[in-house]
């Protein structure tokens, strides 16, 4: 229990208690009592009586408010001042638009295409690092190479837990290569553990980072990625990294299903398509398993086993299943 948290020192709380416990006694008595210095318990005597904890009209005969009161009315106060806090630091958010046009008033007066090119491992790092922290929507990745070494998966699992933990949705794909190695395995389900959403596709990509889709990040050489990065911000070929992004997480498949692909739905046998005819046509059981040569219990078996497969809660709903997925 921390009380300094709404301006109550250890010292200020240790004296509040006393009072408490002995109602009516003087300033004096405390410094004896608790074995503290004069000069400290004056000092906690003036903050709480800052904090109308005590009643000091008559300094030889101490009350102390009442807690629920006295506590409240601090836990009150303080959440008042939060709440003013924190409405100043959302109001500084009024500044970006302002901002924006100042910088959309330096795109116009610029004629060079906005991309950036950073050839230093390190600053292509410290840039990545200060894209993803001031990111505050998305990232969307493209990792067409193989997994990534121990050293990699260390660095940038801070990094992605981060941006996940502070919301940002986080959509990567990666080539079935990648997961080749199992500490690459762990490190993806862990980040989608986290809300990360990833997908696997054998179809060729680039190597791409995006930020908010506002900021791409690509290689300078795809084929030699330690020559260097390009950081785009051309809104149209921003656009078209988009619709390239989206077309292959659309053919991707989800990382658990790679890694633990659903089964297929095993074929009818000939009987089971019987059954299912003949569901949509016989009115009694009876004259159902005559015409199946079957006994009235062997079909209703059929017919529940059927029934339970097509998710459905009656035979007519069970024939309707059927036929939508082509089963007769």
Request: hydrophobic letters at 40%; one cysteine or more.
């Amino acid at each position: 229990m921390d009380l300094s948290v709404i301006g109550v020192t250890p010292e200020a709380e240790a004296v509040y208690r006393y009072f408490l416990r002995h109602r009516g006694e003087s300033v004096g008595s405390v410094p004896e009592a608790l074995d503290l210095d004069p000069e400290t318990v004056e000092s906690a005597v003036e903050t709480l009586d800052r904090l109308a904890m005590l009643d000091l009209n008559d300094r030889h005969r101490v009350t102390a408010t009442e807690p629920r009161i006295a506590i409240e009315r601090l836990v009150e106060q303080r959440l008042e001042e939060l709440n003013a806090e924190i409405r100043r630091v959302f109001g500084a958010r009024d500044a970006i638009s302002s901002f924006m046009e100042d910088k959309r008033e330096g795109d116009r007066s610029s004629p060079v295409l906005d991309i950036e090119r950073v050839e230093s491992g390190a600053r292509v790092r410290q840039r990545l690092d200060d894209l993803a922290f001031f990111s505050y929507k998305e990232t969307l990745c493209l990792h067409p190479g193989g997994p990534f070494n121990e050293v990699m998966i260390e660095s940038a699992l801070p990094l992605d837990t981060r941006s996940l933990r502070r919301g940002l949705a986080l959509r990567e794909i990666f080539h079935p290569k990648a997961l080749e190695d199992q500490r690459m395995v762990s490190y993806l389900c862990e980040l989608a553990h986290l809300g990360a959403q990833i997908r696997v596709t054998d179809q060729p990509m680039d190597r791409m980072l995006m930020y908010d889709r506002s900021v791409a990040v690509v290689p300078i050489d795809p084929k030699a990625h330690s020559t260097g990065a390009l950081l785009v911000r051309e809104p149209g070929l921003i656009s078209q990294l988009v619709i390239y992004f989206e077309g292959l997480w659309k053919a991707a498949v989800p990382l658990a299903d790679h890694l633990d692909p659903p089964g297929e739905e095993p074929a009818l046998s000939k009987m089971e398509q019987r059954v299912l005819a003949v569901m949509a046509t016989a009115d009694k059981d009876e004259i159902a398993a005559r015409e199946l040569d079957i006994s009235v219990r062997t079909y209703r078996r059929y017919v529940a086993d059927l029934m339970a497969r097509l998710g459905a809660v009656n035979r007519f709903q069970a024939a309707l299943r059927a036929k939508e997925e082509h089963w007769i």
